[in-house]
């Protein structure tokens, strides 16, 4: 090969593997999500749905325990975990008729078929997928929409029937994250005047932040805002001037390990499910530690806050 020749097909190769690492980069749009809202407020997720959708997002993951996470599903959920354990060894299931309503398009389904997709779901200790499942049993997949101001109903639910996305990856972790609320309220009764004067002031802020964003429906943007989604990081680590001491430490370190495994457990579904665009809802608390995280473990994944939208 003469000199000229070899010059090619290095350009050429540079080329191809610059192509093809466009072609399979993976990225993800992270939403922070406020939980249950007051019900003067409980409409706000549908802009953050419709937002979503235009997105167009081809997998979604979501605060739920992982599959057969029996810490997690048992840290807020103590009801799903015990249902699971019952379930697990009575139920049964023809893994043909699974398969096949799992290939089946939701809106072609009927409640029947829903209900047996939830119980297969509980079986395995699927949290996400159960409350899913359940509630399309109940509401159907159509278009219609009736807000809760729930998460899970009003922003997960109406983008995975929308989209006609059949499952939802749930990613939460809570391996050693027991005692975590215990340690944070002690440590915050023991932080300084001045420490939790600044607390308070954080907590008021936000307060009328909420309140300002809720008549103007603008809620899912503000707290999406960086700032905010800092605050409510430093709020739910006590970071904070003032605070110190062992339960500092303690609930500093389970809020930090929970978002650390919460971002391995996303790279994991990313690489079991090749798809460019992903969606993660979460508790706003969370956003900006696992968006940290996320670029730290993998600099090649792309990652996008609903504020850039």
Do not use: C
Request: net charge positive; no cysteine.
């Amino acid at each position: 090969m003469n000199q000229l020749s070899k010059l090619l097909f290095g350009l050429f190769f540079v080329l191809a593997v610059s192509v093809n690492a466009q072609q399979t980069q993976q990225e993800i749009l992270i939403v922070g999500d406020m939980h249950q809202l007051p019900k003067i407020v409980k409409g706000a997720y549908k802009p953050m749905a419709k937002k979503i959708i235009k997105y167009k997002p081809e997998l979604i993951m979501a605060e739920y325990a992982k599959t057969g996470d029996t810490a997690a599903m048992g840290e807020w959920n103590g009801w799903f975990k015990e249902a699971y354990l019952k379930h697990r060894d009575t139920f049964t299931y023809h893994k043909d008729e699974i398969k096949q309503l799992m290939n089946t398009p939701n809106i072609e389904l009927d409640s029947l078929d829903f209900k047996k997709l939830q119980s297969y779901y509980l079986s395995i200790g699927d949290q996400g997928n159960t409350r899913m499942y359940r509630y399309y049993a109940r509401h159907g997949a159509t278009e219609k929409f009736k807000p809760y101001g729930n998460q899970n109903p009003d922003l997960t639910f109406q983008v995975m029937r929308k989209l006609g996305l059949k499952t939802v990856f749930g990613v939460d972790s809570h391996a050693g994250y027991q005692g975590y609320w215990p340690a944070w309220k002690r440590a915050l009764r023991a932080g300084t005047t001045e420490g939790k004067k600044t607390f308070k002031k954080v907590i008021r802020k936000d307060k009328w932040g909420n309140i300002f964003a809720g008549a103007s429906w603008s809620l899912g943007r503000y707290v999406n805002k960086p700032k905010t989604l800092d605050m409510y990081y430093r709020i739910n680590s006590l970071r904070f001037e003032g605070f110190e001491g062992e339960y500092f430490k303690i609930q500093q370190k389970k809020w930090d390990d929970r978002n650390v495994n919460m971002a391995k457990n996303i790279l994991e579904v990313l690489s079991e499910n090749k798809v460019g665009r992903s969606v993660l809802i979460v508790g706003a608390g969370h956003a900006k530690a696992v968006s940290d995280e996320l670029k730290r473990l993998d600099p090649n994944l792309k990652v996008i806050m609903y504020h850039d939208l």
